[in-house]
């Protein structure tokens, strides 16, 4: 397939695409790699016919399909939608993964066969909504490979994955490049896929310059936003300086013992016994479905069975008769499932200031020192035109950004990172990866930090929780270690 842009301009949210001349010949397959900007889902619904432009686009025919955290962000509005829960004599978890794939293709063949190249087949009728951060991006891959594409947008296909199934992704779409024409957009260096020969780079949605590898390895661009990054996260940790506290709590900060996550049809982990002295930073390993997520929601307070486990948490036994607020005043979160949990359509602005309340949305009046705090975050993070625009109308990466603001605004005694940097373009996670290893080396908050990546392992958290599986027990089992 051909595909050719002339003079092309396309509009998204909050960002444009400017395209003078790039040809996509037949039986080439590209990576595209933007410095700022969500230029990835732009491409994507640029060519399935979702955008309108300005220009020429020429199309040879052919059927467009897309994998993107947007794409995944409408996907779980669907299911929303159709929440059976308050019918039902038990939680809807939502569509099944072979439902949501075979209704793609109505082809029980096919699907089963997705299932399989995709290490699916445990998750086969798991629903929608339990599934984790990683496990829901192969579902997207496969309902995208469902409707038998002949070129096929995969915007940051490895985000979420653990070690095991990026490299395994990264073989499949080897294979997967012999037969079907893609355009894959990274953010990662380390994410550069083997088997593209040409690289498209887009500086502030602006088509830069076309490139093979060899001269990608060497282009000055990267260099600039090494330095533009740094600079940022210094005028941010001067900013979390200037309203640093401390702690008023004693050890431990936080304790499970014996812990233990079951459903009726499984356990999750068991026998986990870990505690957060003062001052210690965590990073929590392990694959995708182990409990990650789900403990760190224990220590939150957003999971259930927080209260059917033996936790104490700044000072207090869990289930002693404490608010939930009285824990989450001292807790900053990210994570992708909060990030899909806030619906609301309020500012940015008022996204920043709801982490001073610990509230989705903001619905207390903040003081004139929270709103200039507030409003300082969103210099920092070149946002400040934003400030009225509703939270679901930037792009997926300024919204991470904002949710990362809110978290740390407050000073947050345990600041919770779980998977912090997903959807942020290479500025952006540069700028926050910088910035967290500095709180973390200053102490200013202590983190409970999740990464599948190695590259963005920080130096100063010194403490980790590994979760293995165990076969005699048929569930995940927690190792610690310090170094």
Same mark, same amino acid.
């Given at each position: 397939?051909?595909?050719?842009?002339? +003079?092309?301009?396309?509009?998204?949210?909050?960002?444009?695409?400017?395209?003078?001349?790039?040809?996509?010949?037949?039986?080439?397959?590209w990576a595209v790699f933007s410095t700022e900007g969500d230029i990835g889902s732009l491409l994507g619904e &640029? &060519?399935?016919?979702?955008?309108?432009?300005?220009?020429?686009?020429?199309?040879?025919?052919?059927a467009f399909?897309?994998?993107?955290?947007?794409?995944?962000?409408?996907?779980l509005d669907d299911e929303l939608a159709k929440d059976d829960t308050d019918f039902l004599d038990h939680i809807d978890a939502g569509s099944t993964v072979y439902t949501l794939i075979f209704e793609q293709c109505h082809?029980?063949?096919?699907? +089963?066969? &997705?299932?399989?190249?995709l290490d699916l087949n445990h998750l086969r009728e798991s629903g929608f909504r339990v599934l984790s951060t990683g496990e829901t991006r192969r579902v997207m891959l496969a309902r995208a490979l469902a409707t038998q594409p002949d070129f096929i947008v995969l915007d940051s296909p490895f985000t979420g994955l653990d070690v095991a199934h990026r490299a395994a992704l990264a073989t499949y779409l080897t294979a997967l490049s012999q037969r079907v024409q893609m355009l894959v957009t990274f953010s990662r260096e380390e994410d550069m896929p083997?088997?593209?020969?040409?690289?498209a780079l887009f500086n502030h949605g602006k088509l830069d310059s076309l490139m093979n590898k060899n001269a990608w390895d060497t282009h000055p661009i990267i260099t600039q936003i090494k330095a533009q990054s740094k600079e940022q996260s210094e005028h941010m940790m001067a900013l979390i300086?200037?309203? +640093?506290?401390s702690t008023p709590f004693e050890n431990p900060i936080f304790e499970l013992k014996n812990g233990e996550v079951a459903y009726t049809e499984k356990t999750i982990f068991t026998e986990v016994d870990w505690r957060i002295d003062k001052g210690q930073h965590w990073q929590v390993k392990g694959p995708n479905g182990c409990g990650k997520s789900t403990l760190l929601g224990m220590i939150f307070g957003d999971h259930p069975q927080c209260y059917s486990n033996d936790i104490q948490i700044f000072g207090k036994q869990r289930g002693s008769g404490e608010t939930i607020w009285e824990i989450k005043k001292h807790i900053g979160m990210v994570s992708s499932a909060l990030h899909l949990q806030y619906r609301v359509n309020c500012s940015a602005l008022d996204v920043i200031l709801s982490g001073f309340y610990d509230?989705?949305?903001?619905?207390? +009046?903040?003081?004139?020192k929270e709103r200039d705090i507030a409003k300082e975050w969103l210099d920092i993070l070149h946002m400040r035109q934003y400030h009225k625009t509703p939270f679901r109308k930037l792009e997926y990466g300024q919204q991470r950004l904002l949710l990362i603001a809110r978290a740390i605004v407050k000073q947050p005694t345990l600041l919770i990172l779980d998977e912090p940097y997903q959807g942020l373009d290479y500025l952006g996670r540069?700028?926050?990866?910088?910035?967290?290893? &500095?709180?973390?080396?200053?102490n200013l908050s202590q983190l409970l930090y999740v990464s599948h990546y190695q590259g963005d392992e920080l130096e100063s958290i010194k403490h980790s929780l590994t979760f293995e599986f165990d076969e005699a027990s048929e569930c995940y089992r927690a190792t610690m270690q310090s170094r």
């Open positions: 397939m051909e595909i050719r842009f002339t +003079q092309l301009t396309a509009t998204g949210a909050t960002s444009t695409l400017n395209i003078e001349q790039w040809t996509i010949s037949p039986q080439e397959s &640029l &060519l399935v016919g979702e955008l309108e432009f300005d220009g020429e686009l020429h199309v040879d025919a052919g399909a897309q994998v993107s955290l947007v794409e995944q962000q409408r996907l082809d029980d063949a096919l699907t +089963q066969k &997705l299932i399989n190249e083997e088997w593209v020969d040409h690289i300086r200037r309203y +640093q506290h509230s989705i949305g903001l619905y207390n +009046q903040p003081s004139l540069r700028l926050m990866k910088s910035t967290l290893e &500095l709180i973390a080396k200053e």
